[in-house]
């Protein structure tokens, strides 16, 4: 074992793991509250219509997404603040138009091919120290951020109206959450791929939820469990030479499931079901 | 006396349709305004519109100089979502925030202090570590109630307080009311105004248009009849009622 971890690969997977972690377990327990997760799934296929575009132009693909989904997440933030009742239909649309955008620029890109499994998978594995350089940026930048405005964005997630009549700046701390979502979004697809954010954005939340009702305690569960459900992922994918990055999201899956039964079997008799659960 | 809120010529709607029209009102210290009407009749609108929920299509809410920063505002509790996993203390000092703290996480043992000691007053001390979730609607609203109170508001709205209570709850809430009537204005918005019967200052009748009573206008003996036949006293200008019917809106100065 100790002879795997030598592997510099490995240990890149590790570190990218660790942060995706970080980044998704301050993130997400704001997206869950808010129910964002849709939005979020919209965001990060709206970033591969960028990505493609990046691709055609031979710019760097990050440059791309980056301009897509922030373009994105005001457009929905817009139309969710106008009170237009059509952010469902909205989000629909630019998921499947982002994608669409995608795969057309790619195929329009002559020469190398980019294979369109890694920007749905990623490739934990092939993770490069410049990749992990931006991502710990990030983490920086969305923990740092989450710390300043915490009692701001708990507010607006608690009850936006009773904000609003405290005169916080419930538009501008919205937009800051999208916007924050964004970006973590737009870094974590390049190293994990699109459904791997998904899953640390959703799984560790429903897994703390499972075990606290305190949200502080909720967010540092849930770096704990991504970190938890990375590492395992990619033992079970290295022991059973399966993809990493499916391996990660059904190790998370089975840790929910199981955590689930215990707390039904030792203590869910008496309790009430736990507040972030949908 | 100048008034804490002075509302003029406000109007608001949804899509197209007015919900809100050229509705004047002034809030004075002290005061405690029914403001009833029929569902629908635009009462929450109003509500939401003086707390700068919502903007107005046109018209002009002008605050006292301090005033504006002191609103307290309790929403209906059944309609209150309550899924955010946060603790009863933690969410009476979301109370306390204000344009000034929501940045940065230090946290004021002064509120937090003003919080425990604004719960004990509605004797909620012992739940003060309970998630939301695991409240009852009766505790909840005391909570809600908290809220608005630990900022110590100059005006106190409350969206229909007393709907879906049993009578002890209503009569410890109206309680409350009393012990609070000292220190703040307060405007109640309820569709059956019969428990407060004995307690406002104005009513003010909203169905799209509002139309304004001073207390004098129902007298003792008629306020027995309020309580004998509470939607009596929307039925303006019909035989039998508490209050004369209301000029048209042309006929208006």
């Known amino acids: 074992m100790s002879e795997v971890l030598s592997y510099g690969f490995i240990q890149h997977a590790i570190l990218a793991g660790i942060m995706a972690s970080v980044v998704c377990g301050v993130i997400g327990p704001f997206i869950v509250a808010r129910r964002m997760v849709f939005i979020s799934g919209g965001l990060s296929h709206t970033a591969f219509g960028g990505l493609g575009i990046a691709y055609w132009l031979g710019i760097h693909p990050l440059l791309g997404a980056t301009v897509f989904v922030l373009a994105a997440a005001v457009l929905i933030a817009r139309i969710h603040e106008k009170n237009l009742n059509q952010n469902d239909l909205a989000i629909g649309i630019l998921w499947a138009v982002g994608v669409a955008i995608g795969i057309i620029f790619i195929h329009l890109t002559p020469g190398y091919a980019p294979d369109l499994m890694t920007f749905l998978f990623g490739n934990i594995l092939t993770v490069s120290p410049g990749d992990l350089l931006v991502t710990l940026l990030l983490v920086l930048t969305v923990t740092a951020t989450v710390v300043v405005l915490y009692r701001g964005f708990v507010a607006v997630a608690l009850d936006e109206e009773y904000a609003k009549a405290r005169r916080l700046p419930v538009a ?107 | 006396m100048e008034p804490l809120i ?37 009462k929450t609108t109003l509500l939401k519109l003086i707390l700068g929920i919502i903007s107005p299509w046109s018209g002009t809410i002008r605050f006292r100089g301090d005033a504006e920063g002191r609103l307290g505002y309790v929403p209906q509790f059944a309609n209150f979502n309550r899924t955010f996993p946060i603790s009863v203390l933690d969410m009476v000092l979301t109370g306390c925030l204000n344009r000034e703290n929501y940045y940065l996480s230090r946290r004021r043992n002064a509120d937090r202090e003003k919080a425990a000691a604004t719960l004990a007053k509605l004797g909620l001390i012992e739940r003060q570590g309970s998630n939301i979730s695991d409240l009852s609607g009766g505790q909840l609203q005391r909570v809600l109630i908290a809220r608005a109170l630990v900022s110590d508001p100059l005006i106190l709205f409350l969206d229909e307080p007393t709907t879906s209570m049993d009578a002890s709850s209503q009569s410890g809430l109206l309680e409350l009311i009393d012990s609070l009537r000292a220190h703040m204005a307060i405007v109640v918005v309820t569709h059956d105004p019969t428990p407060y019967a004995h307690r406002y200052d104005h009513i003010a009748c909203l169905n799209r248009e509002l139309h304004y009573h001073r207390r004098g206008e129902l007298d003792s003996p008629t306020l027995e009849k309020v309580y004998g036949c509470p939607v009596e006293i929307l039925g303006h200008g019909i035989p039998h009622t508490l209050l004369p019917r209301h000029a048209r809106r042309g006929d208006r100065p």
């Open chain 2, 6 to 42: 002075a509302i003029e010529h406000l109007t608001y709607g949804y899509e197209q349709r007015a919900v809100v029209e050229d509705v004047s009102l002034r809030i004075v210290p002290e005061d405690f305004i029914l403001l009833i009407g029929p569902n629908g009749g635009g």
């Open chain 1, 172 to 278: 501008s701390l919205k937009m800051g959450l999208m916007v924050l979502t964004a970006l973590s979004i737009v870094t974590l697809i390049q190293v994990v791929g699109i459904l791997l954010v998904i899953a640390l954005l959703t799984i560790p939340v429903a897994i703390a939820s499972e075990l606290t009702r305190d949200f502080r305690r909720i967010m540092l569960l849930s770096i704990l469990c991504g970190i938890f459900t990375c590492l395992a992922g990619l033992l079970v994918s290295y022991v059973a030479e399966l993809p990493s990055g499916a391996s990660i999201i059904l190790c998370g899956g089975a840790l929910l499931g199981l955590v689930r039964i215990g707390n039904r079997l030792f203590a869910g008799r008496k309790s009430p079901p736990p507040t972030l659960r949908q």
